[in-house]
């Protein structure tokens, strides 16, 4: 088992330029997360599917931030136009239904 | 979901047992107590749950108080790599989604 997989490992972009991040979740696994992960506010959950359909998606800081489903095996998260304060460590995290979570590797995002 | 309050650091040495206090004295009859940890730079990782009785795996062991409003986590013979932060939380599985909360956690520097 791969585990949960993300990509990029690291971006790096400037302000106003589009940014998407990837997520593979872990085969079987019918809820996905999307954290974000800063020193300052710590890990923020932005948004979860269950079974590719959004949940919950309060977390989402503004409109700039939007998450997307298309199927079972693949999550975007999607941040246009970037702004500098959108850096942090995103965290994609898959479950098969019940708290205990498996989590990415995280997609360092750099905004300058 | 119930709070919780953790130290916000500890040390340790190395080969001796690390105990991870947490305060969760709102905590309701069906939420259990969850542990998570996150080493530098990776995505947090699944310890170990319980509701009320003590729990033990490979990793850790949990107790829970009778009055299940604390627990500690048991880290028997602490090593170098069990450096990291440790989040305590509280969730009811049967709340839609099975989102997670995580705090500020404790800091654990395992010492030589």
């Known amino acids: 088992d791969a585990g949960v997989i993300q990509s990029p490992r690291h971006e790096v972009t400037e302000m106003g330029q589009e940014v998407t991040l990837r997520c593979k979740p872990i085969?079987?696994?019918?809820?996905l997360f999307w954290y974000r992960q800063t020193m300052m506010r710590g890990l923020e959950l932005l948004i979860y599917?269950?079974?590719?359909?959004?949940?919950?998606d309060s977390g989402m800081p503004e409109d700039r931030f939007s998450a997307k489903m298309p199927n079972a095996s693949f999550s975007t998260l999607k941040i246009q136009p970037s702004e500098p304060r959108d850096s942090a460590v995103y965290f994609c995290?898959?479950?098969?239904?019940?708290?205990?979570?498996?989590f990415g590797p995280g997609t360092r995002l750099t905004v300058t | 979901d119930a709070k919780t309050t953790q130290p916000t650091s500890m040390d340790c040495a190395e080969g001796r047992a690390a105990n991870l206090p947490c305060n969760h004295s709102?905590?309701?009859?069906?939420?259990?107590v969850y542990w998570y940890r996150q080493i530098h730079s990776q995505g947090p990782q699944y310890i170990i749950h319980?509701?009320?009785n003590n729990e033990t795996n490979e990793m850790a062991s949990l107790i829970i108080t009778e009055d299940r409003k604390s627990s500690t986590l048991i880290l028997p013979h602490a090593t170098l790599r069990d450096t990291a932060v440790y989040y305590c939380?509280?969730?009811?599985?049967?709340?839609?989604?099975?989102?997670?909360?995580f705090g500020g956690g404790t800091r654990l520097m395992v010492k030589p």
């Open positions: 995290a898959s479950s098969p239904g019940t708290a205990k979570q498996y």
């Open positions: 085969s079987g696994h019918n809820s």
């Open positions: 599917f269950n079974n590719n359909v959004p949940i919950d």
């Open positions: 709102t905590i309701s009859g069906n939420e259990y």
């Open positions: 319980g509701l009320k």
């Open positions: 939380i509280v969730r009811d599985p049967n709340n839609a989604g099975n989102m997670l909360t």
